[in-house]
């Protein structure tokens, strides 16, 4: 298994910024991809951004341009950095880590909101 725990989340002004973190343990040899995804009120669970192995990275059209993921392989941790937050991306974010080709874990969520 794969453990993920996220930190980072808070409160921010529109146009603020903030990074989020998700520490990994466990199998963490057989990780082939990790990503980022959010809950809104109301609404359905969406990627926000990925990261592969192999360091490829792909991003929700909303985000392009404003969030950076990045993972740490030394730390064991990986990063998502929200620039020019907007009221819209108000929403609860998930870590995820999908191994072994066919496992995903999740973490418990951090708290992003973002006032006008």
């Known amino acids: 298994q794969v453990q993920l725990v996220e930190s980072g989340g808070g409160l921010v002004q529109a146009g603020g910024s903030l990074r989020l973190s998700c520490a990994y343990s466990?199998?963490?040899?057989?990780?082939?991809?990790m990503g980022w995804y959010r809950q809104a009120p109301g609404k359905q669970r969406e990627m926000v951004a990925t990261?592969?192995?192999?360091?490829?990275?792909n991003y929700t059209d909303s985000v392009k341009g404003r969030f950076t993921i990045s993972r740490d392989i030394g730390k064991n941790t990986l990063y998502l950095q929200m620039n020019s937050l907007k009221p819209e991306d108000t929403a609860v974010y998930y870590c995820?880590?999908?191994?072994?080709?066919?496992?995903?874990?999740w973490g418990q969520g951090t708290q992003v909101t973002v006032s006008s």
């Open positions: 466990g199998i963490i040899f057989n990780i082939n991809a």
């Open positions: 990261t592969t192995s192999a360091g490829n990275t």
């Open positions: 995820n880590a999908f191994y072994l080709s066919r496992f995903n874990s």
